[in-house]
């Protein structure tokens, strides 16, 4: 096993409790029943294995490295794998799956194959990534990392202890996720790649949907999801069978989670989430109105930046009229909805299509509307609006690219007014600051953002 050698911590223990559950749970005796598993697992496939706590001892930083190095000696053969549980921190709901911190010395193969293979074991997973000491950037910001001379260590974090589904889905799950590690790290050492399982869902297309309408209802663009079904045109059939994505940034399925109390129903939850009662429904899969006490209920992600507005029926109102409204096409409300009829009632709480530059800035929520001139093509209209064929064609119906002069064209709002970059997978803010000579503060002053996670696929604005 080309010598393979491996050490497992335990992260935290003793008077470090690391992050706590609110339900009490601490993560170092998850990190130690996690260590203590995978120290067995690696021993029954006969590679030299040290795990460097198996009690809940306090180990000083110095004295972690210590035990670390003196495993097996400073050698790029031993491989580190620091057991962690991850917290997001007071008033983050929702965050969850598993993150690998791989060591500026190291390429992310080890990293990128745990993950994988956590990934594959069914559990979500978020990214790789190294991170760097603010006050010397050439150095590891963490220890285990920065001390641990040419060994390979890696930091497994292994889902959100503050997330009480992701703490079940751990506690349920850790010798599978376990098993996943150590095959990864044996796997790495042969040199193998741990195939990516595709992480697609599907979805079928209903009657009213377009790529468009799909498209915004997973978080994803029209591109993406051409690619992910090898589309070659924008026309779907009703019944159509799709890939959707559902990693872990960009899927419905990753919802954020409200704790019922007392005093709320469905529609005032609906309501705090700009969402709808049947949405919340859907998302739950409950059949009834009735809520408990302390009762968990996924609701959308992303609310703050990216999820639709919300507009309620009043009398007179009509599909259309709420259409024209809000710069979009009955078509496209129904299907933001997931309305089988045109049927309204008054008071019903629709979502509506809203801008995603506008969204933190209280800018209009309508698209713009273009009415076709001699000699205009799509091509020429996407130029002019910063936009794309693609996105005029789904957000209109258009099947062909030939117009009409005197035709009424819906434009995407999402036009930048500003600078803006897309978020990539292993960025952080720190990363994008420093990229575009910034600081994270003025980035989360200039997107209003109060955490610092980013979401891949989020589109920031950067200072002009
Ligand atoms: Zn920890």
Request: glycine share 8%; aromatic share 6%; proline share 3%.
């Amino acid at each position: 096993m080309n010598n393979l050698q491996v050490v497992i911590d335990a992260g935290h223990g003793g008077s470090d409790s690391g992050a706590v559950s609110s339900s009490g749970i601490k993560e170092k005796d998850l990190n130690l029943q996690i260590a203590k598993y995978m120290y067995e697992e690696f021993q029954k496939k006969g590679i030299p294995v040290t795990l460097i706590r198996n009690t809940d001892e306090t180990i000083s930083p110095t004295d972690r490295v210590q035990r670390i190095l003196n495993a097996y000696g400073n050698n790029p053969n031993v491989v580190v794998i620091s057991n962690h549980i991850n917290a997001a921190g007071s008033g983050i709901q929702g965050a969850e799956g598993a993150e690998v911190i791989y060591a500026l010395r190291n390429n992310s193969t080890l990293a990128d194959n745990i993950l994988t293979a956590l990934g594959n074991a069914g559990q979500k997973v978020r990214k790789t990534f190294q991170r760097r000491l603010p006050s010397d950037t050439s150095k590891d910001y963490y220890f285990i990392h920065r001390n641990t001379g040419v060994t390979e260590p890696v930091i497994v974090e292994y889902g959100f202890i503050d997330n009480p589904e992701d703490l079940t889905r751990i506690q349920n799950n850790y010798q599978k996720y376990v098993d996943a590690v150590v095959d990864a790290v044996i796997a790495t050492k042969l040199g193998e790649t741990i195939p990516s399982v595709p992480q697609e869902g599907t979805y079928v297309v209903k009657s009213g949907d377009s790529l468009w309408s799909i498209a915004q209802k997973y978080n994803t663009t029209v591109n993406e999801l051409k690619s992910l079904n090898g589309l070659t045109s924008n026309n779907l059939q009703i019944g159509q069978v799709l890939n959707v994505p559902t990693s872990i940034t960009n899927s419905p399925s990753n919802s954020e989670t409200y704790t019922v109390k007392s005093g709320d129903s469905l529609w005032s939850i609906a309501q705090k989430y700009n969402t709808t009662v049947s949405e919340l429904k859907s998302l739950n899969n409950l059949s009834s109105n009735e809520l408990q006490i302390g009762q968990v209920l996924k609701v959308p992600s992303g609310t703050t930046s990216n999820e639709a507005n919300t507009y309620t029926v009043k009398s007179g109102d009509s599909l259309w009229s709420i259409a024209n409204k809000y710069g979009t096409t009955v078509n496209n409300l129904k299907s933001l909805n997931s309305l089988t009829s045109d049927n309204l009632q008054i008071g019903q709480v629709l979502r509506v299509p809203s801008s995603e530059a506008g969204n933190n800035t209280g800018g209009t929520s309508t698209n713009t509307t273009y009415t076709v001139k001699s000699g205009d093509s799509l091509w020429n209209i996407a130029n002019k609006y910063g936009t794309t064929v693609n996105a005029i064609k789904t957000l209109n119906g258009l099947t062909g690219d030939a117009l009409s002069i005197g035709q009424v064209l819906l434009i995407p709002s999402n036009i930048p007014t500003t600078n803006t970059y897309t978020v990539k997978s292993g960025d952080s803010l720190w990363s994008i600051a420093k990229k575009y000579n910034t600081s994270v503060d003025t980035l989360k002053s200039l997107n209003g953002l109060t955490s610092n996670s980013l979401q891949i696929g989020q589109i920031l604005k950067l200072p002009l």
